[in-house]
């Protein structure tokens, strides 16, 4: 189930280390530890926001919990579907 | 499900591509904090098989050793996690989103460190918890 946090680029700063990236779509961005694999942050292109994958941050448990779900459509079946967790329209 | 069922899988940017070979073992689901950084996932999912049902048939990937029981093992190029390989044992742990027909792979049928399960995340009525690994609790 993966996850991501979005917050405005402005409040955002890497404190050690560099990253790689990798564009699997003409429009984004994704970054990734060239030494351990970790998935980091997936960037848009000209966005002032970032998304941050959830299990990156040192305490993900005091996240709010998501507000949206995207690609449900494709959730896998023995995922539960979390009514309480809208959905955005298929593929926005 | 048979004799001659096969599965294949790779990272996102093609540059590993491997082969499982027969019925996957279990599947199961890990709420620790090495899987999650690693995945970025609040929920990671895996997929073992019998080590020998492997087979990488394109590229080779990287290793990266975070337990000194383990080593994880991941594409280089797009950061893709894709197997747990522990030093003992002769299973290979597949990490369930880098399979070509993840959707068609069994329920999971335990989880593991649900002590560390986020709050948000669904409960799975039914599969066998453990609140760290087997053994442990």
């Known amino acids: 189930m993966v996850s991501f946090v979005t917050f405005a680029t402005t409040g955002f700063e890497l404190l050690s280390g560099s990253v790689l990236s990798y564009r699997a779509s003409d429009f984004a961005t994704r970054q990734f530890c060239g030494r351990c694999g970790s998935a980091l942050f997936w960037r848009r292109d000209g966005s002032e926001e970032l998304d941050i994958f959830l299990g990156s941050l040192d305490r993900p448990e005091e996240m709010p919990m998501p507000q949206k779900q995207i690609w449900t459509r494709h959730r896998i079946a023995w995922v539960p579907a979390q009514p309480e967790i809208p959905p955005f329209k298929e593929g926005s | ?137």
């Open chain 2, 1 to 137: 499900m048979t004799a001659n069922e096969q599965h294949t899988g790779g990272c996102l940017c093609g540059a590993i591509r491997y082969r499982v070979a027969g019925p996957p073992l279990r599947v199961g689901l890990c709420h620790c904090g090495q899987c999650r950084r690693e995945t970025g996932s609040a929920l990671p999912s895996f997929v073992t098989w019998p080590r020998n049902a492997l087979e990488i048939t394109k590229g080779q990937p990287a290793g990266f050793r975070v337990s000194d029981v383990a080593t994880r093992q991941f594409c280089r190029d797009c950061g893709s996690p894709l197997f747990w390989r522990a030093d003992k044992g002769e299973d290979i742990t597949v990490f369930l989103g880098s399979l070509d027909d993840a959707e068609a792979m069994p329920k999971p049928s335990y989880e593991l460190w649900t002590d560390r399960r986020m709050h948000w995340v669904p409960k799975f009525p039914g599969i066998k918890s453990y609140r760290q690994e087997p053994g442990r609790g």
